[in-house]
């Protein structure tokens, strides 16, 4: 079973990336999303290059541009989004995999059916049965048409059922429910892999306790778990956000107090320091904590790469403990190695 996180294209996540053992990176099949940043003159070669620093060469990235205006990104662009990442990560030896919608507009599925003929790395078809989503899952004649415009057969196509954000147990339940009815309503279809994501990460940090751990429940976990139970057919791979809210962050200023989103088998301990120390010293002690709590799995600093960079935080063998970027990164690359290994040994997330 593959594992599919849904990661941000930013620094801290293409980072975790790019550190992953061979292991990990042999079961999962990561999304990264572009998300919009007015402060970033040109978000799409940021994002590729960010890419070809952590994805190795041959391998095929799956992009979802979804959230970036879909007219040309710079003036005297030729082409739209997808025809620009096509072009830019194929020079830097990326094979790409082009997430669409059956909401996108005509122009949209022409590029991503031209990505498909570039880069002969099949499609991934996202459908949303969020709570929070105005999206209905397409009909069957939807699906015949949109399968003639992209001149594919469903088994060039990843089927994505998004469940989206899962703030309680009612939710969690309902959207359970969602979900087996989309994934019943695909079935006439021989896709070539299907996977449900939720996400259950809250939005930020704000409003959590200072100086220790609060436990958030991995409700995304047991929203797929639900889901299984209720297949009839071949269990769907299991996606979530990686340790982030599902949808596109909002801007934020300033500089995040010490904190670190840790994954453990039914939750996140949630620890978040308050800035006391000068600069961000307040995460050794954060890290110090953490090692020393029983939320320390058995494989210490073995568990992953982020694992290891907590550890000489906690030792104090780093001059820095590192920044929001960093601790983003070393969260991911736990999380990533945590979830992989829950599948593979017990066969959930």
Same mark, same amino acid.
């Given at each position: 079973?593959?594992?599919?996180? !849904?990661?941000?294209?930013? =620094?801290?996540?293409?980072?975790?990336?790019?550190?992953?053992?061979?292991?990990?990176?042999?079961?999962?099949?990561?999304?990264?999303? $572009?998300?919009? #940043?007015?402060?970033?003159?040109?978000?799409?070669?940021?994002?590729?290059?960010?890419?070809?620093?952590?994805?190795?060469?041959?391998?095929?990235?799956?992009?979802?541009? +979804?959230? $970036?205006?879909? =007219?040309?990104?710079? *003036?005297?662009?030729?082409?739209?989004?997808?025809?620009?990442?096509? *072009?830019?990560?194929?020079?830097?030896?990326? $094979?790409?995999?082009?997430?669409?919608?059956?909401? @996108?507009?005509?122009?949209?599925? =022409?590029?991503?059916?031209?990505?498909?003929?570039?880069?002969?790395?099949?499609?991934?078809?996202?459908?949303?049965?969020?709570?929070?989503?105005? *999206?209905?899952?397409?009909?069957?004649?939807?699906?015949?048409?949109?399968?003639? !415009?992209?001149?594919?057969?469903?088994?060039?196509?990843?089927?994505?059922?998004?469940?989206?954000?899962?703030?309680?147990?009612?939710?969690? @339940?309902? &959207?359970?429910?969602?979900? $087996?009815?989309?994934?019943?309503?695909?079935?006439?279809?021989?896709?070539?892999?299907?996977?449900?994501?939720? +996400?259950?990460?809250?939005?930020?940090?704000?409003?959590?306790?200072?100086?220790?751990?609060?436990?958030?429940?991995?409700? @995304?976990?047991? &929203?797929?778990?639900?889901?299984?139970?209720?297949?009839?057919?071949?269990?769907?791979?299991? +996606?979530?956000?990686?340790?982030?809210?599902?949808?596109?962050?909002?801007?934020?200023?300033?500089?995040? #107090?010490?904190?670190?989103?840790?994954?453990?088998? @039914?939750? %996140?301990?949630?620890?978040?320091?308050?800035?006391?120390?000068?600069?961000?010293?307040?995460?050794?002690?954060?890290?110090?904590?953490?090692? #020393?709590?029983?939320?320390?799995?058995?494989?210490?600093?073995?568990?992953?790469?982020?694992?290891?960079?907590?550890? *000489?935080?906690?030792?104090?063998?780093?001059?820095?403990?590192?920044?929001?970027?960093? %601790?983003?990164?070393?969260?991911?690359?736990?999380?990533?190695?945590?979830?992989?290994?829950?599948? !593979?040994?017990?066969?959930?997330?």
């Amino acid at each position: 079973m593959a594992y599919v996180p !849904i990661l941000k294209g930013k =620094a801290g996540e293409f980072l975790a990336l790019e550190h992953v053992t061979p292991a990990v990176r042999s079961c999962i099949r990561p999304i990264m999303e $572009l998300v919009p #940043d007015p402060d970033v003159r040109d978000v799409l070669e940021t994002f590729c290059d960010r890419a070809m620093d952590a994805v190795p060469q041959g391998t095929v990235l799956t992009v979802d541009s +979804g959230a $970036l205006p879909a =007219a040309r990104v710079l *003036e005297g662009d030729a082409g739209g989004t997808l025809a620009r990442l096509s *072009e830019s990560l194929g020079l830097r030896g990326l $094979l790409m995999c082009p997430v669409v919608r059956y909401t @996108d507009s005509g122009d949209v599925l =022409a590029e991503a059916s031209e990505v498909n003929a570039v880069h002969q790395s099949g499609l991934c078809l996202r459908v949303s049965v969020a709570a929070d989503s105005l *999206e209905k899952p397409p009909g069957q004649g939807q699906i015949r048409q949109l399968l003639r !415009i992209l001149h594919v057969e469903p088994e060039e196509i990843d089927l994505l059922i998004d469940a989206g954000p899962v703030g309680s147990n009612l939710t969690r @339940d309902r &959207l359970a429910e969602r979900t $087996l009815a989309a994934l019943a309503s695909f079935s006439p279809w021989p896709w070539r892999r299907e996977c449900v994501a939720a +996400g259950a990460f809250p939005v930020n940090l704000t409003g959590f306790p200072r100086g220790q751990a609060t436990p958030v429940a991995r409700r @995304d976990a047991q &929203l797929w778990r639900r889901v299984v139970d209720g297949c009839l057919g071949k269990p769907p791979d299991f +996606g979530d956000f990686g340790v982030t809210h599902p949808r596109m962050p909002a801007k934020t200023r300033g500089t995040p #107090d010490p904190n670190m989103r840790y994954t453990t088998p @039914d939750t %996140w301990q949630v620890f978040v320091y308050p800035r006391v120390r000068a600069g961000n010293d307040d995460f050794f002690t954060l890290s110090a904590d953490l090692v #020393d709590s029983s939320y320390w799995p058995v494989t210490g600093a073995r568990t992953s790469w982020g694992d290891a960079r907590l550890k *000489e935080c906690a030792e104090r063998q780093r001059p820095k403990a590192g920044g929001g970027t960093e %601790w983003r990164a070393w969260a991911t690359s736990h999380h990533l190695a945590v979830v992989t290994s829950h599948l !593979i040994t017990l066969g959930h997330p």
